[in-house]
């Protein structure tokens, strides 16, 4: 085992933090098929003067957008909409933070009124309605959610009250409905009138419109498929030896409708792209189809009699085929966004509270901080709080991945979304709405599944190019056809065959959905991934650097040894050292009536179905009083007892027998802070007992670095305690390089110097504010929840449960997430590299062609969705 001790300490220096944008906008984008068209609204949105940073998903079919306070969501909707495609604002976190952070300004409390607003499509009318309500006398803010088509109006508690009609007739002006939904809210405190209680919420949400959209998709291809059916029937008859052809004219009929009523969707994104001077998959299916259909009107038109060279069904199976492929690929998509939904369903909709009028159920948003909440057994929690009475066990699986019931008791904390046991439980409301822990989480996912992994950048680099190069094959494919002297409808079947199969949406799904399964399955067990970039590098870790306290120790100090000295007994000696630290609020103390607290449950005696009192019952210490720099004395049935530091035993004059010091002298060496109990009689002061102090290492903490060893990642430990405490769990560990009496700044260099010595990702473990420098500077930073809000912020993963076991289950999802991805890649590669040949070379018929390319995307979702299957460590354990 090497130390590694820092010769350098110098005065902890404030480490930068990485700045912020000053806006940051979600979009949902309608109208990509593609990886061209994720590249396309990228670029467009990337030209507003402002966007910083641009990232499109096409697997959530979201955008988020990291600009500078001016740029105005309209701007960044108009930019997408001359792209071609439909932006829908669901997320604006504001603008002009920056300026509130360097002068805090007390605002008045204010009152709150909430309308809902009908007949808005787009972010310009949110940005008009807003306008519009905005300029109602005594309105100081107002805000419009187009998701959830709602508008929250702030009004100055120090003016007169926003009339509610003004604010409808100024929406009613600007062109829209609008619906009052809750009376006036004051922000500062709850509104205890019985008609805040009540109140109607927006009719549909994005997930509802979704659905119905859905719906309407999957009716389209059953439709489709009924109309296409008579077309391809035949073609199966033939294999039995029935000759049954449709006549020319209503396979004319069926395939029109099929091509205009069915196909206009591709024919209107065709035209977006080519508008924009770009190409997408509804281009090559446009130009396909449209081929396949021409040429049979040609035949139809010119010789009518022959129906052997008619290939309506060729265009109408296409159509169907793809709408098919579409729906399932929506469908299995949804699949993947399973752990946002399950994170979203944890919120409950009302509250029981308490007030002076009794106890009643209020809309969750009528719950403010300090609230007092009643949870009855079985109900879920509704907001962030603690306990104030009761006990009970909380189920807390879905937010943590802890999957036994937690304890819970007057003065813990407890989670909204989880769900109480068999107790009931009041709580007073620490944090509410988007501060909660599981909005928290939420964000974090939302966020992760939106970000792009860096190499979905490449891939969007390759299909930039894709649909021109698919456009060039299909030409030349033409061509040598005509130049063989094949027929022009063989030459012109063959063509629209590699248009058809080549589809470029494989390639664009292949990394999205990956990170949204594996993200959404990691937060299901209790590692939340920050971003993807995190995600994917996780994959590559070779070392991880542990801090110590809090990571791998349980944080606060325990009894490692207590000893008792000339002949008085364990039991007795224990009691009168709870009984002098009793009074005592210091950790130390707290350990020691800890250890008293266990001893004497062990010696409860059950018999016959009655219980004894303990053997040993604490004596009544009085005139308890610390010593500065000592410890603590107490008087006990009229003599004096101390328990304090080898220091004062020696300012006392006792002597200890060689082998008792040296015994102290083995337990300081290894990390443990020596106490003794001591009589303070004047004659003949004497030592009692030998009591050492140590910070227990975590159950899990061993297992979690063996496993990390098979999965051949080293394990080092980097802690600002002692030596010799550093020295003793590196041993308990099996961890064979610790770096000792680190300070913060220390320890950033520490996670340099491993990343110069070692050719490999270095990941960093911590939970504490002393963590955040080093957290920063890894390749990765690994946060504890159990630890501080800063730790968080300055990592890439942060495990909702204090079990180090959770850092190489990270890293193992990681790992299988990056396969899918990998995998996903060479097939959508693959696929096309072997499917466009064949169509070329006249080896596959348009209908098979899409009938491939249609199943294509399918398949990379439902690989994806494999991860879906992993098993965490608590869940292997389990």
Known sequence: MTELANPHRPAGAATPSPSSPARVVEFDIDGMTCAACVTRVEKALAKVPGVAR??????????????????????????????????????????????????????????????????????????????????????????????????????????????????????????????????PVPADALDTSAAATSGDTPATTPADRKQAQARRELAAVVVAAVLTLPLVAPMFGEWFGIHAMLPAWPQFVLASIVQFAFGARFYRAAYRAVRAGAGNMDLLVA??????????????????GDMMHLYFEASAVVI?????????????????????????????????????????????????????????????????????EGRTHIDESLITGESLPVPKQAGDAVTAGSING??????????????????????????????????QRLVDRVSEIFVPAILAIAALTLIGWLIAGAGGETAILNAVAVLVIACPCALGL??????????????????????????????RVSIVAFDKTGTLTLGQPSVTAFEPVGGIGRDDALALAAAVQRQSDHPLARAVVDAYQR???????????????????????????????????????????????????????????????????????????????????????QALALIAFGDTVKPTARAAVERLGRMGIRSVLVTGDNRGSAASVARALGIDEFHAEVLPDDKARVIRDLKMRHAGIVAMAGDGINDAPALAAAD????????????????????????????????????????KIQQNLFWAFVYNLIGIPLAAFGLLNPMLAGAAMAFSSVSVVTNALLLRTWRG???RAG
């Open 54 to 183: 641009a990232s499109v998903n096409l697997a959530t079919e979201r955008a988020r957008v990291e600009s500078d306070a001016a740029v105005e969501p309209v701007q960044l909707a108009d930019a997408v909409r001359k792209a071609g495609y439909e932006a829908t604002l669901v997320a604006d976190a504001g603008a002009g933070t920056a300026a509130q952070v360097e002068a805090p300004v007390v605002t008045p409390p204010t009152t709150e009124l909430e309308l809902a607003i009908g007949g808005m499509t787009c972010a310009s009318c949110a940005m008009r309605v807003e306008k519009a309500l905005a300029k109602v006398p005594g309105v100081a803010r107002a805000s419009v959610n187009l998701a959830t088509e709602t508008a929250t109006v702030h009004s100055s508690a120090g003016s007169a009250d926003v009339d509610a009609g003004a604010l409808i007739a100024a929406v009613t002006k600007a062109g829209y409905e609008a619906t009052l939904i809750a009376p």
């Open 287 to 304: 130009l396909g189809t449209s081929a396949a259909y021409g040429i049979s009107v040609y035949e139809l038109v010119v010789h009518p």
């Open 320 to 388: 169907t085929l793809v709408r098919f492929g579409k729906w399932l690929e929506a469908r299995a998509k949804r699949q993947t966004t399973d752990a946002i939904r399950a994170l979203n369903a944890l919120r409950p909709e009302r509250a029981r509270i308490r007030d002076g009028a009794g106890e009643r159920e209020v809309p969750l948003a009528q719950v403010r901080v300090g609230t007092i909440v009643i949870v009855r057994p079985g109900e879920r929690v509704p907001v962030d709080g603690a306990v104030l």
């Open 422 to 455: 068999e107790g009931a439980l009041t709580v007073t409301t620490t944090a509410i709405g988007t501060e909660t822990t599981l909005a928290r989480i939420i964000r974090l996912v939302e966020s992760a599944q939106a970000e792009k992994a860096p190499i």
């Open 510 to 539: 292949a990394t999205p959905a990956a990170i949204m399964a594996g993200t959404g399955v990691a937060a299901r067990h209790g590692v939340l991934i920050k971003d993807a970039e995190a995600l994917e590098i996780a994959h």
């Open 599 to 685: 001893a004497a449950a062990d010696n409860v005696l059950v018999t016959s179905g009655s219980v004894e009192a303990a053997r040993t019952e604490a004596p009544h210490a009085t005139a308890s009083r610390a010593v500065a720099g000592r410890g603590v004395e107490a008087d006990i049935d009229g003599r004096t007892f101390a328990l304090g530091s080898t220091r004062w035993l020696h300012e006392l004059g006792i002597a200890l027998p060689d082998a008792l010091a040296a015994r102290a002298r083995e337990l300081e060496a290894a990390g443990n802070t020596v106490s003794w109990l001591m009589t303070r009689a004047p004659q003949a002061p």
């Open 780 to 819: 990765i930073g690994i946060a504890m929840a159990t630890g501080t809000d800063v730790a968080m912020h300055a990592a890439g993963v942060t495990l909702m449960r204090g079990d180090p076991a959770l850092v190489a289950d990270a890293i193992d999802i990681s790992r299988r997430t990056w396969r």
């Open 873 to 875: 460590t608590t869940s």
